[in-house]
């Protein structure tokens, strides 16, 4: 006898829209059958008006991730829950990896944090810097599992030499790894952070205009310009620009080997959200930008430039983003944009998001949001058609969403326990109901039902 059965429903996947009832047995879909010829399981669930799809995928989220002095709000159980909610099944983070430190042993580390998942897991590689050791854990890890790689081009502390990032692209290149890079240049950030300093504008709105788009612009050419060098697989984590998505298109037409990604918030919000006291709440790397941004991000999703969307979660409270500020004599933070904590929350408003501002205002398809938010993040990242799908053999990793339920995303609707939402005035038409893991129902009815410790950590591989 089956496990389950979702019957009745109507299938979306990244190519294709039909009815269909699902079988599952031992934690896979075993059997995509007519709807109504699957008659017996251990439980039967009717999805009639509703859509199945295949699990989303968040494979860039920053999680029990310490920044300077601070740490962000979630665990990976309380993550899962958030991420359950927003239809998400499958999970990667980064490692904490810092100078001296072997990378294999932070991967291992952090996998060992994230054994607490319900949802299933991935690590990503995070390099810092390249001398024998590292460069000789590139094949290790790729044969443990870790075939994506992290490195950025700001950040003191974390920033890799250009000279260092040339040898881990070369090797990766050389045993079928992938480099993906946090690209913003340093030199630029930090000659406008310090002479608007010197003119006294320190208010949030000058983050962004610290970070202009030439900021972004010259780390993509400079990272495109080494990839096409060595002719090697590039990745851009979180690209928010017009000037990016011209050099990315113009890459990949000369044959360059460049994916790349944009994020929730950079298609649904404006730096006009910096401006004011709450500008704090709305400060990431890269940070917000205009409209005309906006317009040629969704551009670049519909013509294929972009192949993913990712929410770059890390959800910090008020005081923790305003940790690092001093204090008036009244103990009130003084606003200084140049020490804000970076990062926003996301995980469980992309599905809702990529809703409202994609599906629900004729941007994008069904189809499309799959393909954006579940099967690419899987193809590109090495566990496709493991996950990704709702193929026969895949893992039984199942949403349902149903098309008639609006939900605001407001703080009391979100499960992180902030005070305060991003996108309280934002609301989504067709928002997941019901959350399955590898055949485990995780949510339904409004209810979080996944165990700590139940995800399993996820040996990926890139095809080519
Ligand atoms: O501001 C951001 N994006 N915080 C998360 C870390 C990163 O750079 O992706
Ligand atoms: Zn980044
Ligand atoms: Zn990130």
Redesign the pocket.
Known sequence: MLDLIVKNGTLVTADATFQADIGVQDEKISVVAAPGTLKEAKRVVDAKGKYVMPGMIEPHM?VAAPFGGTIDVLDFYSASKCAAFGGVTSFMDFSSTVKGMSVLQAVKDRREEMSHAALDYGVHAKFVEANERVIGEVKQLIDYGVPTFKMFTTYPGVMIEDRDILEVLKEAAANGGLCGF?AESNPIAEFNRDNFAREGKLDWKYFPEAKPNACEAEAVQRILTFAEYLDAPVYF??LSTKESMKLVREAKARGVKVLAETCTHYLTLTKAKNDGPDGVLYL??PPLRTKEDQAALWGALQDGTLSLVTS?N?AFTREQKESFLDKDANGKPIIDFRKPV??TPGLEERFGLMMAEGVNRGRIGLNKLVELCSTNPAKVFGCYPQKGCLDVGSDADIILVDPDKAVKLTKENLHYGLQYSLYEDFEAKGWPVMTIRRGEVLVEDGKFLGKEGTGRFLKRAISR
């Open positions: 920053h946090h984590f979180h990431m790397s770059d890390e970076n990062g």
